[in-house]
């Protein structure tokens, strides 16, 4: 079955870096586009950054964009989250998706069961 495993959360000072990674496992990862997503308690899930099947095309959320990178290794079905200049306000659990198709819009179907990662000094 589909399993998408999140790793490499944690604490870190403002200013630092983070690289999430995903590892997926049960389906052929270069066939789908992935996505990381992110949840604070009591507030609704934010996509943050997806990425199409092959790595070409990828988006973000306006307050991530220059800090955050999305990549992905398929001989190694793996996704990163590589998170520059971190804030407090980034401190949230991050979430790896499976998107239903090759194309970064479509639907997400899977998810996995997150990382947490909190920025404080």
């Known amino acids: 079955q589909v399993q998408l495993v999140e790793s490499g959360g944690g604490l870190v000072q403002p200013g630092g870096s983070l690289r999430l990674s995903c590892a997926a496992s049960g389906f052929i990862f270069s066939s789908y586009a992935m996505s990381w997503y992110r949840q604070v308690p009591g507030k609704e899930r934010e996509l943050v950054a997806r990425i199409d099947n092959i790595g070409s095309t990828t988006n973000y959320v306006d307050s991530v964009k220059d800090r955050f990178s999305i990549s992905r290794d398929n001989a190694k079905n793996t996704v990163y989250l590589q998170m520059n200049s971190l804030k407090p306000e980034d401190t949230a659990v991050y979430y790896c998706?499976?998107?239903?198709?090759?194309?970064?819009?479509?639907?997400?179907?899977?998810w996995g069961k997150g990382t947490p990662v909190t920025v404080s000094s």
């Open positions: 998706t499976r998107r239903s198709g090759r194309n970064l819009y479509n639907g997400v179907d899977y």
